[in-house]
């Protein structure tokens, strides 16, 4: 039997089938590196040289609209062009295929100053309520496939702003992270006719290690096979195949977890939590999905304080992802910080 608090371990992860090292034994070793806190400079509610804020002129050149709470734009710089060839280029072993898309940038709040913690449940709820719309709207666009939204935060994170925003990128073909997710999923509802992000959490919901925080609606937990050592996710109680599925009391309940979720990273480490997040949810290439369950994931890169972030070299560039601290270990500290 293994000994998961003790004994190096593989996890599978049962959405991408990839696994995760587990070193359980090195937490014990010496820790002889810097633990600095740092709580970054307070920012002004509004910054004139902010190209976010409220009523300030874009790189690109456009203006902002005075906007009250939420506003959302096409990128100035798009990764993605809506009317580029989406031809196919094949020759020997050489293969590529063009890519049309559509990216957004979605500001949370007219308050230069706040993060997602800091706002109120309401004000979050209208965030919520956005990236509803963009999914629905986005996914019904008949070249559009996949809507991914997500969130970078921190300069650790290569975010180039601090004014609380996301990105959307909607694309004509579903991206590989979420490719790899349709299949394990598919196979479990063809087995099953169940969807198996519901039975992984009624299992977790039974055992209760990994959990950090819950409503009626929603449990944030580190999943079984996390690979950042704080990593979290949020799951809707109920099967929701996409964002758009969320009645009103839901998306109240969504702001909700995600404001406890993120006030509990924020005091992890004293600081301001750098993370990347983003909804994986039903492709929007006009199948049903029934086996799809949308989720949010947070990938955190910090480890042991505001400044020690976990490196993803060596052997996990060559080999595969492993960790010391449990999941376990992780989601105790997190339920700690409620
Ligand atoms: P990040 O902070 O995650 O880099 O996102 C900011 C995005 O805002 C980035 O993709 C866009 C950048 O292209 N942007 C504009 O669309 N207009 C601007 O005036 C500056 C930045």
Redesign the pocket.
């Known amino acids: 039997m293994i000994n998961f608090s003790d004994d190096p371990h593989r996890r599978y992860n049962i959405l991408t089938g990839e696994w995760v090292l587990v070193s359980p034994h090195r937490t014990k070793r010496p820790w002889q590196g810097k633990v600095e806190k740092t709580t970054g400079p307070s920012r002004p509610s509004y910054d004139p040289l902010c ?1 976010l804020c409220p009523g300030n002129t ?3 050149g456009h203006e902002n609209p005075t906007y009250t709470d939420t506003f959302a ?1 096409v ?3 798009a990764a993605l062009l809506p009317d580029s060839s989406d031809g196919v280029f094949e020759k020997g072993l050489f293969l590529a295929q063009g890519e049309r898309g559509i ?1 957004k ?1 979605v500001c949370f709040s007219p308050d230069h100053s706040l993060t997602l913690p800091d706002m109120s449940v309401e004000a979050i709820e209208k965030v919520v309520a956005l990236w509803q719309k963009e999914y629905m709207e986005l996914g019904a666009l008949n070249f559009i496939q996949h809507v991914q939204i997500f969130e ?1 935060k921190g300069d650790i994170m ?4 601090p004014h609380p ?1 996301g ?1 959307i990128w909607a694309q004509a073909s579903v991206p590989q992270e979420v490719a790899k997710k349709s299949a394990h999923l598919s196979k479990y509802w063809e087995a099953h006719h169940r969807s198996l992000l519901q039975d992984y959490l009624a299992q977790e919901l039974e055992v209760k290690e990994r959990l950090i925080c819950q409503n009626g609606d929603f449990v944030a937990l580190v999943p079984f096979w996390a690979v950042w050592p704080y990593e979290a996710m949020i799951i809707p109680r109920r099967h929701r195949q996409h964002i758009g599925q969320m009645e009103a009391a839901e998306k109240r309940a969504f702001a909700a977890i995600l404001k406890d979720l993120t006030q509990r990273f924020d005091r992890l480490f004293d600081t301001s939590f750098p993370y990347s997040a983003g909804i994986h949810q039903s492709p929007t290439d006009g199948a049903p999905h029934p086996e799809w369950h949308f989720h949010m994931s947070f990938y955190p890169p910090l480890l042991r304080s505001a400044s020690v972030k976990k490196f993803m070299v060596g052997y996990e560039m060559f080999a595969n992802p492993q960790r010391d601290i449990t999941a376990e270990q992780a989601a105790e500290r997190m339920r700690e910080l409620g």
Do not use: L
Request: glycine residues 12%; neutral net charge; proline residues 0%.
């Open positions: 190209y874009r790189a690109g734009f990128n100035d710089f990216c940038v970078n290569g975010c180039s702003n925003h990105q």
